[in-house]
């Protein structure tokens, strides 16, 4: 699924929760303010919980406890 987000929130996505980088190293690092890497990174995670929702015809948060 993740490879379905757009290329900015994939790269923001995978530099913070696979990398472990913090929104400030992102944004020296892609040339953008820590802010924008925030807004991001959430907006990834909207995405990709609708593209999971979506592959299950079901709401996530249902589906995790």
Do not use: W
């Not at 996505?13 to 959430?42: F, M, P, V």
């Not at 909207?46 to 996530?60: A, C, F, G, H, R």
């Amino acid at each position: 699924a993740i490879e379905q987000l757009p290329s900015g929130y994939r790269i923001v996505l995978s530099l913070y929760l696979i990398e472990a980088y913090d929104h400030e190293e992102i944004g020296e690092i892609l040339n953008i303010s820590a802010s924008t890497s925030r807004s991001q990174y959430n907006r990834a995670k909207k995405k990709l919980i609708q593209i999971l929702e979506n592959s299950t015809n079901e709401p996530l948060k249902r589906r995790i406890k």
